[in-house]
């Protein structure tokens, strides 16, 4: 037995305050991640310390999305993003707020933590969200997180002008974001739990999800590869047009901006691309342009050439996340339904933070002991092995698990 068909109304409703709840999201990660050097300083961790304490938020990130698989067995995803959103805008007001290294590494334990359940949830609703609309629409919610992403990092470098305290940085912009995240919340939309005897429901789903990770291998591998290509853009860019490109070290901040900015316009065009060619014909394309920014980046001869290369990769790497979650939880809800679909964004979430891990100090050891052009196309090799995998994204964008078309309606949105 489906779940019974959601009214237009209430899915535009719950499309655009998931959407709001993806902005939130980024504008808070992009808060903390700009400001590592200034909570450095306040903090005075060494640099000796600092490779732990920022590898221990992915770790328990990935810890968060775990316990998230499991929670969502028994209340619903949207239940678990309106209680952990504000708990991570609270951390961040921690972090920059407390008076010890050891008081603000239990700030930032709770914020990995917390931001781990806040990415599952959110990409669970929005991969059952899609499947209600029987289209694509989930990088319309990641273009809505780098558009938050490029507000928080603005709002970083406004504070670090204006030489803000964090405390003074951080407060004020939770107290806006967190009632915005506390009402949208009421509009969350979980429509696969409406029905006693959904598919999947009770023990069944959860027995049946090992059988369905299994197929989600190769998506799991291409999470991965996704993320290791990303944090190479957000942890080398700056250094890589400094020291090898010869930049100045004003125009080295700049790679980063254009890559937030052509992800977010590459994702605003992407479900067009998604609806009119399909899944695997845009993750194609989208890896073929994100390698060959990566060659360009390697080959390039001054500064604007590299942050060409850059452009190049936020308009192809853009693409690939939204489309792994999206098929990771239409193939867990063909085979064994909504509580699958969970389990299956919970765990292809954890590869997010795998490659993050990965990413940057590969690229580190790589340029130390070869060359950071050399280290450039290590990434770029790892990115074209996506193409290997690219038939795992395929399917009709617009079928339910059970193989039934959902009628194309004009008033969803």
Same mark, same amino acid.
Request: charged content about 10%.
């Given at each position: 037995?489906?779940?019974?068909?959601?009214?237009?109304?209430?899915?535009?409703?719950?499309?655009?305050?998931?959407?709001?709840?993806?902005?939130?999201?980024?504008?808070?990660?992009?808060?903390?991640?700009?400001?590592?050097?200034?909570?450095?300083?306040?903090? %005075?961790?060494?640099?000796?310390?600092?490779?732990?304490?920022?590898?221990?938020?992915?770790?328990?990130?990935?810890?968060?999305?775990?316990?998230?698989?499991?929670?969502?067995?028994?209340?619903?995803?949207? %239940?678990?993003?309106?209680?952990?959103?504000?708990?991570?805008?609270?951390?961040?007001?921690?972090?920059?707020?407390?008076?010890?290294?050891?008081?603000?590494?239990?700030?930032?334990?709770?914020?990995?933590?917390?931001?781990?359940?806040?990415?599952?949830?959110?990409?669970?609703?929005?991969?059952?969200?899609?499947?209600?609309?029987?289209?694509?629409?989930?990088?319309?919610?990641?273009?809505?997180?780098?558009?938050?992403?490029?507000?928080?990092?603005?709002?970083?470098?406004?504070?670090?002008?204006?030489?803000?305290?964090?405390?003074?940085?951080?407060?004020?912009?939770?107290?806006?974001?967190?009632?915005?995240?506390?009402?949208?919340?009421?509009?969350?939309?979980?429509?696969? %739990?409406?029905?006693?005897?959904?598919?999947?429901?009770?023990?069944?789903?959860?027995?049946?999800?090992?059988?369905?990770?299994?197929?989600?291998?190769?998506?799991?591998?291409?999470?991965?590869?996704?993320?290791?290509?990303?944090?190479?853009?957000?942890?080398?860019?700056?250094?890589?047009?400094?020291?090898?490109?010869?930049?100045?070290?004003?125009?080295?901040?700049?790679?980063?901006?254009?890559?937030?900015?052509?992800?977010?316009?590459? %994702?605003?065009?992407?479900?067009?691309?998604?609806?009119?060619?399909?899944?695997?014909?845009?993750?194609?394309?989208?890896?073929?342009?994100?390698?060959?920014?990566?060659?360009?980046?390697?080959?390039?001869?001054?500064?604007?050439?590299?942050?060409?290369?850059?452009?190049?990769?936020?308009?192809?790497?853009?693409? +690939?996340?939204?489309?792994?979650?999206?098929?990771?939880?239409?193939?867990?809800?063909?085979?064994?339904?909504?509580?699958?679909?969970?389990?299956?964004?919970?765990?292809?979430? +954890?590869?997010?933070?795998?490659?993050?891990?990965?990413?940057?100090?590969?690229?580190?050891?790589?340029?130390?002991?070869?060359?950071?052009?050399?280290?450039?196309?290590?990434?770029?090799?790892?990115?074209?092995?996506?193409?290997?995998?690219?038939?795992?994204?395929?399917?009709?964008?617009?079928?339910?698990?059970?193989?039934?078309?959902?009628?194309?309606?004009?008033?969803?949105?």
């Amino acid at each position: 037995m489906t779940a019974p068909r959601v009214p237009d109304a209430q899915l535009r409703h719950g499309r655009l305050s998931l959407a709001l709840s993806f902005f939130v999201q980024g504008a808070v990660f992009a808060l903390l991640v700009t400001r590592i050097p200034a909570i450095q300083e306040r903090y %005075r961790i060494s640099d000796a310390l600092l490779p732990a304490f920022l590898a221990a938020v992915p770790v328990l990130a990935g810890v968060g999305s775990v316990v998230t698989e499991q929670l969502v067995k028994r209340v619903p995803a949207g %239940r678990v993003l309106r209680c952990v959103q504000p708990v991570v805008c609270l951390a961040l007001v921690g972090v920059g707020s407390v008076g010890t290294t050891a008081q603000v590494a239990v700030a930032l334990a709770v914020f990995g933590l917390s931001v781990g359940a806040l990415d599952a949830s959110m990409n669970m609703l929005g991969v059952s969200l899609q499947r209600a609309y029987g289209r694509s629409i989930m990088l319309g919610f990641h273009a809505a997180f780098s558009l938050g992403g490029i507000v928080g990092a603005s709002l970083a470098w406004a504070g670090a002008h204006w030489k803000l305290s964090l405390a003074l940085l951080y407060g004020p912009v939770v107290a806006v974001l967190l009632p915005l995240a506390l009402v949208v919340g009421r509009w969350f939309v979980d429509r696969e %739990r409406t029905a006693p005897g959904a598919a999947g429901a009770g023990t069944g789903g959860a027995v049946a999800v090992p059988l369905a990770m299994r197929l989600l291998l190769p998506l799991c591998l291409v999470m991965a590869i996704t993320y290791i290509g990303d944090s190479t853009v957000s942890n080398w860019s700056a250094k890589y047009l400094h020291d090898v490109l010869g930049s100045s070290e004003q125009l080295a901040t700049v790679p980063y901006n254009v890559y937030m900015v052509t992800t977010l316009l590459g %994702r605003v065009v992407g479900d067009l691309g998604v609806r009119r060619f399909g899944a695997v014909a845009v993750v194609r394309c989208g890896t073929v342009v994100a390698a060959g920014g990566f060659a360009v980046v390697a080959a390039a001869s001054g500064p604007w050439a590299g942050m060409a290369g850059f452009t190049l990769l936020g308009l192809g790497l853009c693409v +690939i996340v939204p489309q792994t979650f999206a098929a990771a939880g239409r193939v867990a809800f063909e085979k064994h339904g909504p509580e699958a679909s969970d389990a299956a964004v919970a765990r292809l979430n +954890i590869f997010n933070y795998v490659g993050f891990l990965i990413g940057s100090p590969l690229v580190g050891a790589l340029g130390d002991a070869w060359s950071y052009r050399g280290a450039m196309l290590v990434p770029m090799a790892l990115v074209l092995v996506t193409l290997v995998y690219a038939r795992s994204f395929g399917a009709p964008e617009a079928r339910y698990g059970d193989g039934h078309e959902r009628p194309r309606t004009a008033d969803v949105g």
